[in-house]
């Protein structure tokens, strides 16, 4: 059974940083990518970035290129972790962490794509 566990989420204030990590378990293949999305109030879902095992390639949304950044902790790729910093106020969200079998990041900020879903954890960027 496929297990997504993410845990990190918090208060913060404009320009703060948080780390969110996103624990995988249960693939028996090792080719699969894990995304991070986020939902604000009212809008929809929108990937922000992924990782992908096969290859270690990452992909970006571009509403955080440059202030986002996802890694893997080891060989396994077990747990991947985004490090978010300067985050401003539109940062808000319920972030959520998926993982899906492919190869590449080319396709993994699409929702769709993905099966394997944790719970969510909330981000609120505020002073």
């Known amino acids: 059974e496929v297990q997504v566990v993410e845990s990190g989420g918090g208060l913060v204030q404009p320009g703060g940083s948080l780390r969110l990590s996103c624990a995988v378990s249960g693939f028996s293949f090792d080719a699969y990518a894990i995304g991070w999305f986020r939902q604000a109030p009212g809008k929809e879902r929108e990937g922000v970035s992924c990782f992908s095992t096969s290859d270690g390639s990452t992909n970006y949304a571009d509403s955080v290129k440059g202030r986002f950044t996802i890694s893997s902790d080891n060989a396994k790729n077990t747990t991947v972790y985004l490090q978010m910093n300067s985050l401003k106020p539109e940062d808000t969200a319920v972030y959520y962490c998926?993982?899906?079998?492919?190869?590449?990041?080319?396709?993994?900020?699409?929702?769709?794509?993905?099966?394997?879903w944790g719970q969510g954890t909330q981000v609120t960027v505020s002073s």
């Open positions: 998926a993982a899906e079998l492919g190869y590449g990041s080319y396709w993994c900020l699409d929702d769709y794509e993905f099966d394997y």
